[in-house]
């Protein structure tokens, strides 16, 4: 199975930052890879697929990158609604898997 | 809209079975794959499994963590999935959410979920 690894784990920022999460594959997934934001009690949110292609109705601060096996997802202009963890899947190849998550919270 | 609801959870001891039940809307669900995530208390997201439409033969798969206790089908004249689930462990503990595939396996579109409880 394709290992993803992401970091950092947890960050705290401010509104108006600039956030950066990485994730990494442990082989080459070309650009099968998605970016989720979850909200406590709240199911996921595809934010970004194909690692760079914004999903319909995402606002444009955030944005994706990479491909092969690294990966980056940018919010430009951290809003307070953007307080929330981060995951990445690739869909390169089965079984499907998830990266471990990024929390970014209010610093 | 696409809406996905899920059903069916709730409390079973270990070694029990436990079916879940996903009623789809909003698109057509006879032509598109659906998934199964899970996400146990304060975790992460693990990928659980897939059924792929008829046109592709039903086909499934799954996670190693329940493959040969858990199966994954469908009827497409309910607009419903299925995950049936045996030889329930307490880690298989978790909120379970349906999925349906975007733009290729990822997932543009997640139910509320479900919470299964594995406990004596």
Redesign the interface.
Known sequence: AIRITQSPSSLSASTGDRVTITCRASQGISSYLAWYQQKPGKAPKLLIYAASTLQSGVPSRFSGSGSGTDFTLTISCLQSEDFATYYCQQYYSYPLTFGPGTKVDIK | EVQLVESGGGLVQPGGSLKLSCAASGFTFSGSAM?WVRQASGK????VGRIRSKANSYAT????SVKGRFTISRDDSKNTAYLQMNSLKTEDTAVY?CTRP???????Y????TLVTVSS
């Open positions: 998934h992460g997201l693990e990928w798969a799954y996670a190693a959410y975007g733009s290729s396996s990822d997932f543009d997640w139910g509320q979920g």
